[in-house]
């Protein structure tokens, strides 16, 4: 049994739900421990892309079990949305397979709204949120007046969750001109919605204790990229969970010891949506280059990404703050026809050198990128799955990105099919 942890070492969009149903061929268990369905993932499998927001990637594989745990935030009509348009691309999901925990906390209609008010009405310093309603749903969790996936088993708790959060909701609402929360209208939405996910919730905890007890393989995914963690993250342009490996834990009511690898996912550069400081974004062609052949549009958001080179001292700042173990380095295909790759090996502040990112969002701000220069390498490597059958030039990139960070490569990838995956080392070996 090896239970295997994989989160995002960049600002998300690294290609985790590939590499999630990639490794799903060797686990028994599919879990997602944080964030909501602002996360995207893009899965193409056999020329079909699978698009996700909320289910874990694993579901596209049969007799896999999926589990969404107490730490993601639900969209019960996301969920449901979900769920519809893979049965209809014949994916069978039933409460075998997919589970969410009793314990989650769910997002209404009035959450959306409260993330959108917000950001129109400071433009000038937005965070850039998906506005799905991710931030004000935690913020009810944490003010202990959430409705819990759970609470859709009694009206009666329903109905005092509703008033409890329009209690909280309305003056805002009114603050910014808007009309109050229809209480009788959500509650009836729900008990609509509920009739159809009822049949997925459970104490997913025993099942996930079962399951280490019977000796069966755990992947935990990972949502967003551990840059936009709301502790370590480039606060306040941040995601509103934590986004580091050891989330997995109390995201999924699984215990810290059960907890055995952790694979830090990483594109061969770096991208970022929304705002928030960059210190190795590009403005030129190399900018547009990038984006163009690494397609760089938000799953969720539709956004274009901002588009850089690799910055090995955030990596290896997350990579020791998360405790990631081996690195996956995706979309090593982009940077074909480079003549030239540029690092980021360390940041000049002012009169100072630094080897770390730091805390103050000015200081992150007025880092400038110190960089260090490879050869790019000749031919393609798009499909390549073998280590020897890359380029050397290509091999090279990679160990020199290695030695920045200091962990190895378990995994690299060369497209965004299923196969075309370069196994180093299996994280469950």
Known sequence: MVNVVLVGSQWGDEGKGKLVDWLSSQADVIVRFQGGHNAGHTIVIDKDTYKLSLLPSGIVRPEKVC?????????????????????LKGIKINSENLKVADNA?????????????????????????????????????????????????DPEMIKKRINLMALHHNPLRAHFGQSLIDEE???????KISLK??????????YLSDSIKNKKNILFEGAQ??????????????????????????????GVHNLNYVLGITKAYTTRVGSGPFPTELFDKNFERLAQKGHEIGTVTGRPRRCG??????????????????????????LDGFDEIKV????????????????????????????????????S????????????????????????????????TTSPEREDTILIRSPFS
């Open 185 to 191: 209208k959500v509650y009836n939405d729900l008990l």
């Open 309 to 334: 080179w690799f910055d090995s001292v955030l990596v290896r700042q997350i990579t020791e703050i998360s405790g990631i173990n081996g690195l996956a380095l995706t979309k090593l295909d982009v």
């Open 105 to 153: 906390s769910l997002i209404l209609p009035f959450h959306k709204d409260l993330d959108s008010i917000r950001e129109d009405s400071n433009k000038k310093n937005n965070i850039g949120t998906t506005r799905r309603g991710i931030g004000p749903a935690y913020e009810d969790k944490v003010g202990r007046r959430s409705l819990r996936a759970g609470d859709l088993r």
């Open 197 to 206: 996910i009822l049949p997925y919730i459970c104490p997913v905890w025993r």
């Open 67 to 87: 589990i969404i745990g107490n730490g993601v935030v639900v969209d019960l009509w996301k969920l449901e949305e979900e769920i519809e348009s893979l049965k």
């Open 381 to 412: 490597v798009r499909g390549v799955r073998s280590w020897k059958d890359l380029p050397k030039g290509a091999q090279d990139y990679v160990k020199f990105l290695e030695h920045l960070v200091g962990i190895n490569a378990d995994l690299v």
């Open 344 to 379: 980021c090996t360390k940041y000049k502040l002012e009169d100072r050198f630094l080897d770390y990112f730091p805390n103050s969002i000015d200081e992150q701000s007025k880092v400038e990128p110190v960089y260090e220069s490879i050869k790019g390498w000749k031919g």
């Open 225 to 254: 990229g551990a840059l936009l963690d709301i502790d370590y993250g480039t606060y306040p342009y941040v995601t509103s969970s934590n986004t580091l490996a050891g989330y997995a834990s109390v995201g999924s009511g699984v």
